[in-house]
Every structure is written in C-alpha cells, then in structure tokens.
C-alpha cells in the first residue's frame, strides 16, 4: 500500500493535480485559507493516469469487498472514475447527486439499483467528510448496504475521520496528505520552510492564516 500511496502522489504532483502554495495560500468555499488545492478532475486528462487510478482501484474494491454488486460515484468529481471503476469490473454503476433534482423524476440517485445490494462508494477527495457521508446516507436510506468507500485523496483531518467512524463507514484512499507532502519534499517540489508551514496548517486548518 506504501508503494501505491507514493505512486499516487508522485502522479498527482506531475500533472499538477496538486498545487502548494505556501506563500500564496487558496481560499476554501468553507472559508478555510489553505496552502494546498488538490483538484483530480486532472487526472481524466491523462491517459496513464487515468488508467493508473482506475486499476488501483478496481485492485482496491477486489481485495477488500469481493461481494460488491454495485459501484457508485459521488457527484460530481467521482461520477468519472466511479463509472471507470465499474467498468473495469464489470458491474453496475450509479452516481449520487448532492440534492434530489428539482425537475423531472427528483432522483438524487440516478442509475439502476435494487434494496439490499452491496455498494462500494467511489470518491475523488475526503477533506471534512460530509459530503462523502451524505452520499452514504442517501444510498442507506435507499435501502442499499455501503460496504465501504475508497478515495483518491485524504487531507487526513480528525474531523473526517471521526465522522466516518460515527458513521460506521470504511474508508480507505490510494494517498494521503503526509506521502504527499514527504514526495514533494523529495522531488524538490517544496522547501523544507514550505514543509513546516503545510504541517501546521493541517494540524488546525480552521485558523489557519488569519
């Protein structure tokens, strides 16, 4: 797994998946100031990538829930790898709005499922948790049984994990917020001054640069 999550970050640091910027920190739509930004829509543009992940995956949900029937995504950075996932598989997929459409049939489920069947969740991004989880309730108050969720890409906050926790959810991700900032040490990516400061924003990223 070690392997994987070094893989994972060093890709996500070539194709600029992820951008640091210390000096010039990111506002959050939380409001959050951060010095990091990870955006894996990126990583659809690019073929090995994109075939990296989507194998990884599938690997993922093979080794861990053997029994899954159906593959979801959550909306919308996930409905793409979700979807290739499923595919690579095999399986069915379907995807999770954030909200029930307000036209048409009001699904926020869309896609074909049946009460009872064995659901592996597919993420892009866990930063607090509560968009991932929401996903995870609509699907358990559908009447379908999540056995898990796998991710691209943690921050590693406490407050996520404590919520998937209380949520009795699994969750499992190809790389996390410390591999990530240990390659782009390694590469030259980062300074060791930047290293200090990304360490210190995610241990209170609520207070952070203000």
């Given at each position: 797994m070690e392997?994987?999550?070094?893989k994972t970050a060093e890709f996500l640091l070539q194709i600029k998946a992820i951008k640091l910027q210390p000096a010039n920190p990111f506002t959050w739509a939380s409001g959050w100031k951060s010095p990091i930004y990870c955006d894996n829509r990126m990583t659809l543009s690019f073929p090995e990538v994109r075939s990296y992940i989507r194998k990884v995956f599938a690997s993922k949900v093979r080794e861990l829930y053997p029994d899954v029937m159906v593959i979801a995504g959550v909306a919308t950075g996930a409905i793409a790898h979700g979807a290739l996932v499923a595919d690579e598989l095999d399986l069915p997929f379907i995807y999770v709005r954030s909200g029930a459409k307000d036209h048409g049939l009001g699904n926020q489920i869309e896609g074909r499922y049946e009460k009872g069947q064995k659901v592996v969740v597919i993420e892009d991004l866990i930063s607090t948790g509560g968009s991932s989880l929401g996903a995870v309730k609509v699907l358990r108050e559908a009447g379908c049984e999540v056995l898990g969720m796998i991710a691209i890409f943690t921050y590693g906050f406490a407050k996520a994990e404590e919520s998937f926790a209380a949520e009795n959810?699994?969750?499992?991700?190809?790389?996390?917020y410390s591999v990530l900032v240990e390659m782009a040490a390694e590469t030259g990516y980062i300074s060791d001054s930047d290293v200090d400061t990304l360490r210190k924003w995610r241990s209170d990223p609520s207070v952070w640069g203000k």
């Open positions: 392997n994987i999550s070094k959810c699994r969750l499992d991700t190809l790389s996390n």
